[in-house]
Protein backbone atom coordinates (compact mmCIF):
# COMPACT_ATOMS: atom_id res chain seq x y z
CA UNK A 1 0.00 0.00 0.00
CA UNK A 2 3.03 2.28 0.83
CA UNK A 3 4.68 1.54 -2.63
CA UNK A 4 1.47 2.73 -4.39
CA UNK A 5 0.69 5.52 -2.30
CA UNK A 6 4.46 6.40 -2.75
CA UNK A 7 4.15 5.65 -7.18
CA UNK A 8 0.71 8.07 -6.76
CA UNK A 9 2.60 10.60 -5.11
CA UNK A 10 5.69 10.30 -7.13
CA UNK A 11 3.46 10.83 -10.68
CA UNK A 12 1.64 13.36 -9.36
CA UNK A 13 4.75 15.41 -8.53
CA UNK A 14 6.03 14.45 -11.79
CA UNK A 15 3.06 15.91 -13.61
CA UNK A 16 2.87 18.70 -11.67
CA UNK A 17 6.19 20.04 -12.69
CA UNK A 18 6.12 18.97 -16.18
CA UNK A 19 2.96 21.39 -16.23
CA UNK A 20 4.28 24.52 -14.46
CA UNK A 21 7.30 23.79 -16.73
CA UNK A 22 5.04 23.54 -20.30
CA UNK A 23 3.25 26.93 -19.07
CA UNK A 24 5.71 28.92 -18.09
CA UNK A 25 7.39 28.08 -21.35
CA UNK A 26 4.35 28.93 -23.14
CA UNK A 27 3.76 32.03 -21.42
CA UNK A 28 7.48 33.29 -22.20
CA UNK A 29 7.37 32.02 -25.54
CA UNK A 30 4.12 34.14 -26.11
CA UNK A 31 6.04 37.67 -25.61
CA UNK A 32 3.37 39.69 -23.57
CA UNK A 33 3.85 42.65 -21.57
CA UNK A 34 6.44 41.53 -19.19
CA UNK A 35 3.88 42.60 -16.26
CA UNK A 36 1.58 40.58 -17.09
CA UNK A 37 3.69 37.51 -18.15
CA UNK A 38 5.14 37.92 -14.74
CA UNK A 39 1.74 38.14 -13.07
CA UNK A 40 0.62 35.04 -14.65
CA UNK A 41 4.62 32.99 -14.15
CA UNK A 42 3.56 33.66 -10.39
CA UNK A 43 0.22 32.14 -10.82
CA UNK A 44 1.24 29.03 -12.23
CA UNK A 45 4.65 28.48 -10.38
CA UNK A 46 2.65 29.68 -6.75
CA UNK A 47 -0.56 27.15 -7.58
CA UNK A 48 -0.32 23.78 -7.72
CA UNK A 49 -2.43 22.62 -10.35
CA UNK A 50 -4.79 25.05 -9.91
CA UNK A 51 -2.45 27.64 -11.34
CA UNK A 52 -2.12 25.70 -14.56
CA UNK A 53 -6.44 25.39 -14.54
CA UNK A 54 -6.82 29.60 -13.90
CA UNK A 55 -4.02 29.78 -17.05
CA UNK A 56 -6.05 27.50 -19.45
CA UNK A 57 -9.48 28.98 -18.18
CA UNK A 58 -8.01 33.13 -18.16
CA UNK A 59 -4.58 33.42 -19.85
CA UNK A 60 -5.42 33.46 -23.52
CA UNK A 61 -7.78 35.56 -25.44
CA UNK A 62 -9.76 32.52 -27.40
CA UNK A 63 -12.60 33.29 -29.20
CA UNK A 64 -13.30 30.12 -30.53
CA UNK A 65 -12.85 28.50 -33.80
CA UNK A 66 -16.09 29.38 -35.24
CA UNK A 67 -16.48 33.29 -33.99
CA UNK A 68 -12.51 33.69 -34.88
CA UNK A 69 -13.31 32.56 -38.19
CA UNK A 70 -16.07 34.99 -38.60
CA UNK A 71 -13.67 37.71 -37.21
CA UNK A 72 -11.42 37.19 -39.63
CA UNK A 73 -13.89 37.38 -42.46
CA UNK A 74 -15.33 40.11 -41.13
CA UNK A 75 -12.17 42.27 -41.03
CA UNK A 76 -11.72 41.90 -44.56
CA UNK A 77 -15.25 42.91 -45.25
CA UNK A 78 -14.27 46.33 -42.98
CA UNK A 79 -11.31 46.21 -44.48
CA UNK A 80 -12.85 46.49 -48.01
CA UNK A 81 -15.34 49.27 -47.07
CA UNK A 82 -12.80 51.04 -45.36
CA UNK A 83 -10.99 51.81 -49.21
CA UNK A 84 -14.33 53.07 -50.45
CA UNK A 85 -14.93 55.22 -47.11
CA UNK A 86 -11.47 56.90 -47.49
CA UNK A 87 -12.37 58.35 -50.86
CA UNK A 88 -15.40 60.01 -48.86
CA UNK A 89 -13.23 61.46 -46.08
CA UNK A 90 -12.07 65.10 -46.22
CA UNK A 91 -10.55 66.67 -43.49
CA UNK A 92 -8.86 69.90 -43.52
CA UNK A 93 -5.81 68.98 -42.00
CA UNK A 94 -4.40 72.49 -42.27
CA UNK A 95 -6.94 73.62 -40.27
CA UNK A 96 -6.65 71.18 -37.18
CA UNK A 97 -3.29 70.85 -34.48
CA UNK A 98 -0.66 69.25 -36.18
CA UNK A 99 -0.26 66.83 -33.10
CA UNK A 100 -3.13 65.22 -34.63
CA UNK A 101 -2.12 64.15 -37.60
CA UNK A 102 -0.07 60.88 -36.41
CA UNK A 103 -2.64 59.75 -34.20
CA UNK A 104 -5.03 59.47 -37.24
CA UNK A 105 -2.05 58.03 -39.58
CA UNK A 106 -2.10 55.42 -36.93
CA UNK A 107 -5.01 54.73 -36.53
CA UNK A 108 -5.10 54.47 -40.29
CA UNK A 109 -3.01 52.02 -40.57
CA UNK A 110 -4.24 49.94 -38.02
CA UNK A 111 -7.67 49.94 -38.38
CA UNK A 112 -7.79 51.25 -42.26
CA UNK A 113 -10.51 53.78 -40.79
CA UNK A 114 -10.32 57.28 -41.53
CA UNK A 115 -11.35 60.52 -39.85
CA UNK A 116 -15.03 61.37 -41.15
CA UNK A 117 -15.60 65.22 -41.71
CA UNK A 118 -19.03 67.30 -40.94
CA UNK A 119 -20.39 66.06 -37.63
CA UNK A 120 -22.38 67.69 -35.03
CA UNK A 121 -21.71 66.60 -31.40
CA UNK A 122 -24.55 66.83 -28.77
CA UNK A 123 -22.14 66.35 -25.19
CA UNK A 124 -24.69 64.70 -22.65
CA UNK A 125 -23.45 64.51 -19.02
CA UNK A 126 -26.99 63.82 -17.57
CA UNK A 127 -28.74 60.17 -17.58
CA UNK A 128 -32.15 61.83 -17.58
CA UNK A 129 -31.55 63.97 -20.71
CA UNK A 130 -29.69 61.00 -22.57
CA UNK A 131 -33.17 59.16 -21.70
CA UNK A 132 -35.10 62.14 -22.59
CA UNK A 133 -33.43 62.25 -26.13
CA UNK A 134 -33.49 59.10 -26.51
CA UNK A 135 -36.80 57.75 -25.90
CA UNK A 136 -37.56 60.92 -28.86
CA UNK A 137 -35.46 59.63 -31.66
CA UNK A 138 -36.85 55.75 -30.77
CA UNK A 139 -40.49 56.94 -31.27
CA UNK A 140 -39.65 58.79 -34.41
CA UNK A 141 -37.47 55.44 -35.99
CA UNK A 142 -38.75 55.03 -39.48
CA UNK A 143 -36.38 52.25 -40.34
CA UNK A 144 -34.28 50.84 -37.95
CA UNK A 145 -33.24 50.90 -34.29
CA UNK A 146 -29.56 49.51 -33.60
CA UNK A 147 -28.60 49.05 -29.65
CA UNK A 148 -25.70 47.56 -27.95
CA UNK A 149 -24.48 47.45 -24.37
CA UNK A 150 -22.50 45.76 -22.01
CA UNK A 151 -25.20 46.09 -19.65
CA UNK A 152 -29.03 46.67 -19.81
CA UNK A 153 -31.18 46.28 -16.44
CA UNK A 154 -34.71 46.96 -15.85
CA UNK A 155 -35.79 49.83 -13.89
CA UNK A 156 -37.16 53.39 -14.30
CA UNK A 157 -36.39 54.53 -18.00
CA UNK A 158 -34.78 51.85 -19.19
CA UNK A 159 -38.48 50.42 -18.92
CA UNK A 160 -39.90 53.43 -20.91
CA UNK A 161 -37.30 52.31 -23.66
CA UNK A 162 -38.33 48.72 -23.82
CA UNK A 163 -41.73 50.13 -24.27
CA UNK A 164 -40.75 52.20 -26.80
CA UNK A 165 -38.90 50.19 -28.99
CA UNK A 166 -42.02 47.45 -28.52
CA UNK A 167 -43.94 50.60 -30.11
CA UNK A 168 -41.44 50.93 -32.77
CA UNK A 169 -41.31 47.18 -33.83
CA UNK A 170 -44.89 47.66 -34.21
CA UNK A 171 -45.04 50.03 -36.99
CA UNK A 172 -42.55 48.38 -39.20
CA UNK A 173 -39.07 49.72 -37.31
CA UNK A 174 -36.33 47.06 -37.89
CA UNK A 175 -35.20 46.37 -34.00
CA UNK A 176 -31.74 44.99 -33.02
CA UNK A 177 -30.13 44.68 -29.66
CA UNK A 178 -26.71 43.03 -28.61
CA UNK A 179 -26.17 42.27 -25.12
CA UNK A 180 -23.00 41.00 -23.19
CA UNK A 181 -23.73 38.02 -21.76
CA UNK A 182 -22.11 38.67 -17.93
CA UNK A 183 -22.88 42.07 -18.19
CA UNK A 184 -26.79 41.86 -18.74
CA UNK A 185 -26.58 38.13 -17.10
CA UNK A 186 -29.86 38.92 -15.04
CA UNK A 187 -31.82 41.07 -18.08
CA UNK A 188 -31.24 37.71 -19.98
CA UNK A 189 -32.44 35.20 -18.14
CA UNK A 190 -35.56 37.31 -17.25
CA UNK A 191 -38.34 37.14 -19.15
CA UNK A 192 -38.44 40.56 -20.90
CA UNK A 193 -36.21 39.84 -23.49
CA UNK A 194 -38.58 37.10 -24.88
CA UNK A 195 -41.82 39.75 -24.65
CA UNK A 196 -39.46 42.06 -26.84
CA UNK A 197 -38.79 39.11 -29.38
CA UNK A 198 -42.46 38.01 -29.46
CA UNK A 199 -42.81 42.02 -30.57
CA UNK A 200 -40.36 41.33 -33.57
CA UNK A 201 -37.40 42.95 -32.16
CA UNK A 202 -34.07 40.44 -32.44
CA UNK A 203 -32.19 39.91 -28.97
CA UNK A 204 -29.14 38.53 -29.22
CA UNK A 205 -26.68 37.25 -26.34
CA UNK A 206 -23.20 38.35 -27.32
CA UNK A 207 -19.92 36.01 -26.20
CA UNK A 208 -21.86 33.45 -24.42
CA UNK A 209 -20.94 32.19 -21.16
CA UNK A 210 -21.44 28.84 -19.82
CA UNK A 211 -19.30 26.17 -17.56
CA UNK A 212 -19.44 23.81 -20.37
CA UNK A 213 -17.90 26.93 -22.84
CA UNK A 214 -14.87 27.50 -20.56
CA UNK A 215 -13.64 24.52 -21.80
CA UNK A 216 -13.16 25.77 -25.40
CA UNK A 217 -13.13 29.91 -24.97
CA UNK A 218 -12.06 32.32 -22.46
CA UNK A 219 -15.61 33.34 -20.98
CA UNK A 220 -14.38 36.69 -19.62
CA UNK A 221 -13.56 38.25 -22.97
CA UNK A 222 -16.26 40.88 -23.14
CA UNK A 223 -18.48 43.15 -25.59
CA UNK A 224 -17.96 46.73 -23.68
CA UNK A 225 -19.34 48.84 -26.00
CA UNK A 226 -22.03 51.20 -25.63
CA UNK A 227 -23.99 52.16 -29.01
CA UNK A 228 -27.32 53.30 -30.61
CA UNK A 229 -28.05 53.87 -33.99
CA UNK A 230 -31.44 55.10 -35.46
CA UNK A 231 -31.99 55.12 -39.20
CA UNK A 232 -28.66 56.67 -40.15
CA UNK A 233 -29.47 59.67 -38.86
CA UNK A 234 -28.85 59.51 -35.24
CA UNK A 235 -26.43 57.63 -33.13
CA UNK A 236 -25.25 57.24 -29.25
CA UNK A 237 -22.14 56.07 -27.49
CA UNK A 238 -20.04 57.03 -24.61
CA UNK A 239 -19.93 54.83 -21.31
CA UNK A 240 -23.87 54.63 -20.53
CA UNK A 241 -25.13 51.51 -19.88
CA UNK A 242 -28.52 50.75 -20.42
CA UNK A 243 -29.41 51.51 -17.13
CA UNK A 244 -31.20 53.84 -14.97
CA UNK A 245 -28.58 55.40 -11.88
CA UNK A 246 -31.40 55.89 -10.06
CA UNK A 247 -32.17 51.57 -9.68
CA UNK A 248 -29.17 50.27 -10.74
CA UNK A 249 -26.35 48.90 -8.26
CA UNK A 250 -28.02 51.19 -5.09
CA UNK A 251 -26.49 48.71 -2.29
CA UNK A 252 -23.53 49.03 -3.50
CA UNK A 253 -22.49 51.91 -1.52
CA UNK A 254 -20.78 53.75 -4.27
CA UNK A 255 -23.99 56.11 -4.83
CA UNK A 256 -25.18 56.70 -8.29
CA UNK A 257 -22.93 56.09 -11.15
CA UNK A 258 -22.26 59.34 -13.30
CA UNK A 259 -21.70 58.55 -17.11
CA UNK A 260 -21.66 60.96 -20.16
CA UNK A 261 -22.68 60.45 -23.33
CA UNK A 262 -22.66 62.12 -26.91
CA UNK A 263 -25.13 62.29 -29.57
CA UNK A 264 -24.08 62.30 -33.32
CA UNK A 265 -25.26 63.32 -36.39
CA UNK A 266 -23.37 62.99 -39.66
CA UNK A 267 -20.76 60.49 -41.52
CA UNK A 268 -19.14 59.27 -38.53
CA UNK A 269 -22.52 57.07 -38.47
CA UNK A 270 -21.42 55.10 -41.37
CA UNK A 271 -18.51 53.62 -39.24
CA UNK A 272 -20.57 53.16 -36.26
CA UNK A 273 -22.94 51.19 -38.15
CA UNK A 274 -19.92 49.48 -39.85
CA UNK A 275 -18.45 48.33 -35.98
CA UNK A 276 -22.00 46.86 -35.38
CA UNK A 277 -22.77 45.01 -38.05
CA UNK A 278 -19.26 43.51 -37.40
CA UNK A 279 -20.64 42.46 -34.15
CA UNK A 280 -24.51 41.47 -35.25
CA UNK A 281 -22.39 39.09 -38.04
CA UNK A 282 -20.12 37.57 -35.63
CA UNK A 283 -22.80 36.53 -33.32
CA UNK A 284 -25.07 35.54 -35.82
CA UNK A 285 -22.91 34.22 -38.28
CA UNK A 286 -25.99 35.94 -40.89
CA UNK A 287 -24.57 37.74 -44.40
CA UNK A 288 -25.02 41.79 -44.30
CA UNK A 289 -26.89 40.90 -47.15
CA UNK A 290 -29.30 39.75 -45.39
CA UNK A 291 -30.64 42.46 -43.33
CA UNK A 292 -33.60 43.84 -44.48
CA UNK A 293 -32.72 47.55 -44.30
CA UNK A 294 -29.09 47.42 -46.08
CA UNK A 295 -30.23 49.72 -48.44
CA UNK A 296 -30.17 52.88 -45.62
CA UNK A 297 -27.53 51.49 -44.05
CA UNK A 298 -24.86 53.69 -45.49
CA UNK A 299 -26.16 56.97 -45.84
CA UNK A 300 -25.66 59.46 -43.34
CA UNK A 301 -25.90 63.15 -44.36
CA UNK A 302 -23.05 65.82 -43.50
CA UNK A 303 -24.84 67.94 -40.05
CA UNK A 304 -22.06 69.98 -38.11
CA UNK A 305 -17.98 70.98 -39.04
CA UNK A 306 -16.57 68.46 -36.44
CA UNK A 307 -13.42 65.54 -37.62
CA UNK A 308 -14.23 62.35 -35.70
CA UNK A 309 -12.19 59.01 -35.83
CA UNK A 310 -13.53 56.03 -34.36
CA UNK A 311 -11.78 53.01 -33.09
CA UNK A 312 -13.31 49.70 -32.87
CA UNK A 313 -10.42 47.99 -30.42
CA UNK A 314 -10.93 44.30 -28.84
CA UNK A 315 -9.47 40.47 -29.60
CA UNK A 316 -9.43 39.65 -33.65
CA UNK A 317 -8.27 43.29 -34.09
CA UNK A 318 -4.33 44.09 -33.60
CA UNK A 319 -2.71 43.48 -30.50
CA UNK A 320 -1.79 46.64 -28.47
CA UNK A 321 -4.34 48.74 -30.79
CA UNK A 322 -5.82 50.69 -27.99
CA UNK A 323 -2.81 50.79 -25.25
CA UNK A 324 -0.41 52.10 -28.25
CA UNK A 325 -2.85 55.11 -28.91
CA UNK A 326 -3.31 56.03 -25.36
CA UNK A 327 0.76 55.95 -25.23
CA UNK A 328 0.80 58.32 -28.25
CA UNK A 329 -2.41 60.37 -27.00
CA UNK A 330 -0.29 60.86 -23.84
CA UNK A 331 3.04 61.77 -25.18
CA UNK A 332 1.02 64.06 -27.88
CA UNK A 333 0.15 66.82 -24.56
CA UNK A 334 2.23 69.46 -24.44
CA UNK A 335 0.88 71.95 -21.80
CA UNK A 336 -2.78 69.64 -20.96
CA UNK A 337 -3.95 66.24 -19.84
CA UNK A 338 -7.31 65.54 -18.11
CA UNK A 339 -8.35 61.56 -17.98
CA UNK A 340 -11.43 60.46 -16.42
CA UNK A 341 -11.78 56.73 -15.70
CA UNK A 342 -13.61 54.73 -12.99
CA UNK A 343 -10.95 51.81 -13.35
CA UNK A 344 -7.48 52.92 -13.23
CA UNK A 345 -4.86 49.62 -13.40
CA UNK A 346 -2.64 51.06 -16.40
CA UNK A 347 0.54 49.35 -16.85
CA UNK A 348 3.82 50.68 -16.71
CA UNK A 349 4.00 52.02 -20.17
CA UNK A 350 1.21 54.11 -19.24
CA UNK A 351 2.03 54.81 -15.70
CA UNK A 352 5.80 56.10 -17.14
CA UNK A 353 4.14 57.98 -20.17
CA UNK A 354 1.86 59.97 -17.36
CA UNK A 355 4.69 60.83 -15.44
CA UNK A 356 7.05 61.95 -18.49
CA UNK A 357 4.17 64.45 -19.48
CA UNK A 358 3.91 65.72 -15.86
CA UNK A 359 8.04 66.10 -15.50
CA UNK A 360 8.14 67.77 -19.03
CA UNK A 361 5.74 70.30 -17.62
CA UNK A 362 2.60 69.34 -19.06
CA UNK A 363 -0.99 69.84 -16.36
CA UNK A 364 -1.34 65.94 -15.35
CA UNK A 365 -4.96 65.70 -14.05
CA UNK A 366 -6.74 62.11 -13.37
CA UNK A 367 -10.36 62.01 -11.88
CA UNK A 368 -11.39 58.54 -9.87
CA UNK A 369 -13.95 58.10 -8.30
CA UNK A 370 -13.42 58.27 -4.17
CA UNK A 371 -15.28 54.76 -3.95
CA UNK A 372 -15.30 52.02 -6.44
CA UNK A 373 -18.06 49.27 -6.78
CA UNK A 374 -14.29 47.31 -6.95
CA UNK A 375 -12.62 46.56 -4.29
CA UNK A 376 -9.45 44.86 -6.15
CA UNK A 377 -9.53 48.03 -8.29
CA UNK A 378 -9.76 50.56 -5.42
CA UNK A 379 -6.69 48.81 -4.19
CA UNK A 380 -4.44 48.82 -7.17
CA UNK A 381 -5.59 51.85 -8.36
CA UNK A 382 -4.07 53.57 -5.16
CA UNK A 383 -0.86 51.54 -5.27
CA UNK A 384 -0.38 53.57 -7.81
CA UNK A 385 -0.61 56.51 -6.72
CA UNK A 386 2.03 57.52 -4.57
CA UNK A 387 4.43 57.75 -7.81
CA UNK A 388 2.00 59.62 -9.81
CA UNK A 389 2.03 62.09 -7.02
CA UNK A 390 5.34 62.55 -6.63
CA UNK A 391 6.01 63.00 -10.59
CA UNK A 392 3.70 65.77 -10.07
CA UNK A 393 0.28 64.15 -11.50
CA UNK A 394 -2.99 65.31 -9.71
CA UNK A 395 -5.15 62.93 -8.64
CA UNK A 396 -8.28 63.42 -7.56
CA UNK A 397 -10.94 62.06 -6.21
CA UNK A 398 -15.00 62.57 -7.10
CA UNK A 399 -17.06 61.96 -3.72
CA UNK A 400 -20.55 62.89 -6.11
CA UNK A 401 -20.82 58.89 -7.20
CA UNK A 402 -19.08 56.62 -8.85
CA UNK A 403 -17.16 58.30 -11.84
CA UNK A 404 -18.15 56.22 -14.82
CA UNK A 405 -17.12 58.07 -17.65
CA UNK A 406 -14.05 57.69 -19.38
CA UNK A 407 -12.81 61.04 -21.31
CA UNK A 408 -9.52 62.47 -22.21
CA UNK A 409 -8.47 65.82 -23.31
CA UNK A 410 -5.51 67.05 -24.62
CA UNK A 411 -4.69 70.95 -24.54
CA UNK A 412 -8.12 71.85 -25.03
CA UNK A 413 -7.50 70.89 -28.47
CA UNK A 414 -8.56 67.09 -29.16
CA UNK A 415 -10.18 64.53 -26.74
CA UNK A 416 -11.07 60.61 -26.62
CA UNK A 417 -14.52 59.90 -25.59
CA UNK A 418 -15.73 56.04 -25.04
CA UNK A 419 -16.06 53.02 -23.13
CA UNK A 420 -12.14 52.26 -22.70
CA UNK A 421 -10.62 52.48 -18.96
CA UNK A 422 -7.38 52.98 -18.43
CA UNK A 423 -7.13 49.19 -17.15
CA UNK A 424 -5.38 45.96 -18.40
CA UNK A 425 -9.12 44.73 -19.46
CA UNK A 426 -10.17 47.66 -21.68
CA UNK A 427 -6.54 47.65 -23.67
CA UNK A 428 -6.25 43.52 -23.94
CA UNK A 429 -9.18 41.72 -23.66
CA UNK A 430 -12.54 44.01 -23.70
CA UNK A 431 -14.43 44.79 -27.08
CA UNK A 432 -14.50 48.48 -26.94
CA UNK A 433 -15.47 51.89 -28.61
CA UNK A 434 -12.91 54.93 -28.66
CA UNK A 435 -14.11 58.55 -30.59
CA UNK A 436 -11.22 60.34 -31.50
CA UNK A 437 -12.50 63.72 -32.08
CA UNK A 438 -10.00 66.64 -33.46
CA UNK A 439 -11.81 69.18 -32.64
CA UNK A 440 -11.73 71.91 -30.37
CA UNK A 441 -15.20 73.55 -30.14
CA UNK A 442 -16.14 70.18 -28.56
CA UNK A 443 -13.25 69.26 -26.82
CA UNK A 444 -13.54 72.78 -24.77
CA UNK A 445 -17.46 71.45 -23.95
CA UNK A 446 -15.81 68.05 -22.91
CA UNK A 447 -13.31 70.00 -20.59
CA UNK A 448 -15.86 72.26 -19.22
CA UNK A 449 -17.36 68.69 -17.84
CA UNK A 450 -14.09 67.46 -16.67
CA UNK A 451 -13.79 70.77 -14.55
CA UNK A 452 -17.37 70.34 -13.26
CA UNK A 453 -16.30 66.66 -12.05
CA UNK A 454 -13.00 68.19 -10.20
CA UNK A 455 -15.22 70.59 -8.31
CA UNK A 456 -17.11 67.75 -7.22
CA UNK A 457 -13.64 65.81 -6.04
CA UNK A 458 -11.03 66.43 -3.77
CA UNK A 459 -6.89 66.45 -4.67
CA UNK A 460 -5.08 63.54 -2.91
CA UNK A 461 -2.46 65.02 -0.35
CA UNK A 462 1.13 63.28 -0.60
CA UNK A 463 2.21 64.38 2.73
CA UNK A 464 -1.52 62.48 3.94
CA UNK A 465 -1.71 60.18 1.67
CA UNK A 466 2.23 58.53 2.94
CA UNK A 467 0.49 58.69 6.37
CA UNK A 468 -1.91 55.35 5.83
CA UNK A 469 -1.15 52.45 7.79
CA UNK A 470 1.21 49.28 7.03
CA UNK A 471 -2.21 47.22 6.48
CA UNK A 472 -3.15 49.59 3.91
CA UNK A 473 0.10 49.53 2.07
CA UNK A 474 -0.06 45.47 2.07
CA UNK A 475 -3.53 45.23 1.02
CA UNK A 476 -2.88 47.97 -2.17
CA UNK A 477 0.57 46.12 -3.03
CA UNK A 478 -1.24 42.65 -2.72
CA UNK A 479 -4.10 43.74 -4.98
CA UNK A 480 -1.14 45.44 -7.30
CA UNK A 481 0.36 41.61 -7.79
CA UNK A 482 -2.84 41.04 -10.10
CA UNK A 483 -3.07 44.42 -11.39
CA UNK A 484 -1.99 43.29 -15.14
CA UNK A 485 -4.79 40.07 -14.95
CA UNK A 486 -7.44 42.98 -13.75
Same mark, same amino acid.
Given at each position: MEHVSWIMTSLLFIADFAIRVGLSLRVIMRKR????????????????????????? &??? /????? /??? #?RA???????????????????????????????????IDSIFQI??????????????????? @?????????????????? %???? $????? !?????????????????????? %? $??? !?????????????AGIEVIEVLPAGIFRYLFVRVDLRNHRKMIIIDSEIAYTGSQNLV???? &???????????????????????????????????? +?????? +????? @?????? #?SAGKAAVQLVPSGPGFQDNAIHDLLLTTIYAARTELILTTPYFVPDNAILSALKSAAGRGVNVTVIVPEKNDSKLVHYASRAMFEELIRAGVHIMLFTEGLLHSK +? %???? /???????????????????FELTLFIYDQEFTARLRDLQQQYIRGAYPLDYETYQQRSFGQ? &? !??? +????? $????
Amino acid at each position: MEHVSWIMTSLLFIADFAIRVGLSLRVIMRKRAASVSLAWLVVILLLPFAGALIYLL &FGE /NRLGD /NRA #KRAAANITFLAQWADKLKQRSNVDWEKINPECLPIHSLIDSIFQIPAMQDNDLQLIDESNLFFN @NLLDDIHHAGTFCYLQFY %IMSE $GGYVD !KVIDSLIQAASRGVSCRLLLDS %I $GSK !KFLAGPVPDRMRAAGIEVIEVLPAGIFRYLFVRVDLRNHRKMIIIDSEIAYTGSQNLVDPRY &FKQESGVGQWKDSMVRIRGPLIEVMIAAFLYDWTLE +TGVSID +TLIEK @NVLFSP #KSAGKAAVQLVPSGPGFQDNAIHDLLLTTIYAARTELILTTPYFVPDNAILSALKSAAGRGVNVTVIVPEKNDSKLVHYASRAMFEELIRAGVHIMLFTEGLLHSK +T %ITVD /NDFCLFGSVNLDMRSFWLNFELTLFIYDQEFTARLRDLQQQYIRGAYPLDYETYQQRSFGQR &F !KEN +TALLV $GPLL
